[in-house]
């Protein structure tokens, strides 16, 4: 079993700065895709940004120039900089991780960490 910790969300003005971090923890895997994904009330989850393991990075078009993930491999960590947040970016964030344990590929959510633009 993998578990995933998320943390860094909380209220912040329009403008401002949060860093989330998701941290895998765990026996016997190996990471292949690591990303954020978020979901405003009303609307349907959607992808923010995604690291592969080769560091290939990839965003929605709403926050390229603002955002920027990054993962630390030694520690099984995924990051995302948010920088220049605007209220639309609010949202509860989830940590996805792709992974292979044991041969096979799973899937795991972080529990989600809200983020809160407002003035």
């Known amino acids: 079993q993998v578990q995933l910790m998320e943390s860094g969300g909380g209220l912040v003005q329009p403008g401002g700065s949060l860093r989330l971090s998701c941290a895998a923890s765990g026996s016997a895997f190996s990471i292949n895709t690591m990303g954020w994904y978020r979901q405003a009330p009303g609307k349907e989850r959607e992808l923010v940004a995604v690291?592969?393991?080769?560091?290939?990075?990839n965003y929605v078009d709403s926050v390229k120039g603002r955002f920027t993930i990054s993962r630390d491999n030694a520690k099984n960590t995924a990051y995302l900089q948010m920088n220049s947040l605007k209220p639309e970016d609010t949202a509860v964030y989830y940590c996805k991780v792709e992974l292979l344990q044991l041969g096979f590929p799973y899937n795991y959510w972080g529990q989600g960490t809200q983020v809160t633009v407002s003035s």
């Open positions: 690291v592969t393991s080769g560091g290939r990075t």
